[in-house]
Nanobody, 121 residues
Framework: QVQLVESGGGLVQPGGSLRLSCAASGSIFSINDMGWHRQAPGKQRELVATFTKGSSTNYADSVKGRFTISRDNAKNTVYLQMNTLKPEDTAVYYC???????????????WGQGTQVTVSS
């Protein structure tokens, strides 16, 4: 069984910073892409950033230059450093990963439970 556990959300003032972490654990053979999505109230879930197994990164236009995704493969952990936060960044942030649990089986997408980020004065 695979689990993704996020941490690091909270309340921050506009212009502030937060760092989210997401650790994958359980029966894992390999991890391909890892990333972060977010969902604001009344809106659809949207991609924030991804970090591929080949170390490529991709960001939503709205967070480019402010957010940085990184990954520690030894710890099966992905991070999201969020700087210069804006009220419109307020959302529940979800970690996801494409994981193969055994050799010669298909990869599946796994999601964390979400962590709330609120940007407000």
């Amino acid at each position: 069984q695979v689990q993704l556990v996020e941490s690091g959300g909270g309340l921050v003032q506009p212009g502030g910073s937060l760092r989210l972490s997401c650790a994958a654990s359980g029966s894992i053979f390999s991890i391909n892409d890892m990333g972060w999505h977010r969902q604001a109230p009344g809106k659809q879930r949207e991609l924030v950033a991804t970090f591929t197994k080949g170390s490529s990164t991709n960001y939503a236009d709205s967070v480019k230059g402010r957010f940085t995704i990184s990954r520690d493969n030894a710890k099966n952990t992905v991070y999201l450093q969020m700087n210069t936060l804006k009220p419109e960044d307020t959302a529940v942030y979800y970690c996801n990963a494409r994981i193969r649990v055994r050799i010669r089986t298909a990869e599946s997408d796994y999601w964390g439970q979400g962590t709330q980020v609120t940007v407000s004065s």
